[in-house]
Every structure is written in C-alpha cells, then in structure tokens.
C-alpha cells in the first residue's frame, strides 16, 4: 500500500489521559498536514510540516496539543490532559505539490 | 478569517440525473480549489482539482471556476448510487508558509435514489 497510513484507526480513552497517534505519508512527500473533522463538519486545519519543520499551527491547536515529525517522514500528534471536546476525526494528508492526499484517520472518542 | 460556504443539502437526484453542487469563498487571492469526496465513516477522498478559470472535464464529473465571482461548483453526470456521500470543498492556501494549507466547506451530502 503506497498511500497515506494512520495508526491507530479507533482510540478510546478517558478524560484526562495522553494519546498520541502516529501518520506515515506517500514515501515521496515533504509536506504533511494534520486536520481535525467533527460529525456534520468539514476537516480543520491543525499544523503542517514541510520536511522536518512544522512552519505552522493553528489557533485551534492548544498548548495541550503537540506534532513532531523528527526525520521528515513519519509524524506524530500527542493530545495531553484529554477532554471530551478532543473527540474527533484526526486526518493527515500529505502532499508534494499542492494536491492533498488523506490517510483513513484515527477516530478518537474521549470518555 | 478566510471561509468557504457550501449548501449542506442534502441534495437527492435520481439516478442517471446530473447533480450540481455549489461552493463559495470569500478569499479573492485563493489560487487552488478541490473537491473531495467523503462516504460516511471514512476520510476523503480526492475527486478534481482546478487552478484556472473555466471548466475542468473528467469522466463524469466537471469542474468550474469563476474567481471574478469567488465561485466553484462540481457537476457530476449520470449519477450513480454509488455517488451519494458528503462532497467537500477545499481551498488552497499559497505561499509564504501556508503552503498548500486547505480551508474546507461543511460539505453537501448529496443522495442519488435508484
């Protein structure tokens, strides 16, 4: 499979704990971007990367909120002090031009 | 605060129908429009993309942009059953950082009853 991955695809967890999801890009790819979907809503954009340098964050991305991508390839995106607000859809996409691709996301349902 | 508006729907044609679904934005820059496709549960999926002003042709599906109007629209021929899922708008970021960073539309669910 040569598109985007994400693990895990489900997460539970309660109120309060750390969760950290994972994204593998198109192996070719510099650029990788994280967004958040709600039910009935289109995907919001949380941070990008271009290489190993996230070049932006968006306001909707609290302190409690953190992404890495340490070599330029894979990314991670931790959730501190999780709250019920956090309960989402997390996709990633990455890209070489402007074109996005999505990976399948990681649902994630706080308790 | 740049946004893109989509009528939510639904939109329910008959199969074989063309479905005509509709987006503006309110960014006069924005340079790169896209449409996704979303079928519930799952993440979209890349349908067209369009820089210029006109019309962009692929198989059953047609896209239009107007950008003296701030307008984009996907009409989508001989619809299929297999077509109803929620359509979504992107806009495109371009230059200085925010390379590439799209804004989306809520979305239109669009239904195509046999």
């Known amino acids: 499979d040569t598109g985007v991955s994400q693990d895990p695809r489900h997460k539970i967890t309660k109120r309060g704990q750390n969760v950290t999801f994972r994204c593998d890009p198109i192996?070719?790819?510099?650029?990788l971007y994280w967004y958040r979907q709600t039910l009935g809503q289109g995907p919001e954009f949380l941070t990008y990367?271009?290489?190993?340098?996230?070049?932006?964050k968006s306001r909707l991305l609290s302190d409690r909120f953190s992404a890495e991508r340490p070599k330029g390839s894979f990314s991670t995106l931790e959730i501190q002090r999780t709250e019920q607000g956090d309960s989402a859809m997390y996709l990633c996409a990455s890209s070489l031009a402007l074109t996005q691709y999505f990976g399948p996301g990681t649902r994630l349902l706080v308790l | 605060q740049k946004e893109v508006e989509q009528n939510s729907g639904p939109l329910s044609v008959p199969e074989g129908a063309i479905a005509s679904l509709n987006c503006t934005y309110s960014d006069r820059g924005s340079q790169s429009f896209f449409w996704y496709r979303q079928y519930s549960g799952k993440s979209p999926e890349l349908i067209m993309f369009?820089?210029?002003?006109g019309d962009k042709e692929d198989g059953r599906f047609t896209a239009q942009l107007n950008k003296a109007s701030q307008y984009v629209s996907l009409l989508i021929r001989d619809s299929q059953p297999s077509d109803s899922a929620t359509y979504l708008c992107?806009?495109?970021?371009?230059?200085?950082?925010?390379?590439?960073?799209?804004?989306f539309g809520q979305g239109t669910i669009l239904t195509v009853h046999p």
């Open positions: 990367f271009q290489n190993e340098a996230q070049l932006e």
């Open positions: 992107a806009v495109g970021d371009a230059g200085g950082t925010s390379y590439g960073k799209l804004t």
């Open positions: 192996s070719e790819h510099n650029r």
């Open positions: 369009i820089y210029s002003n």
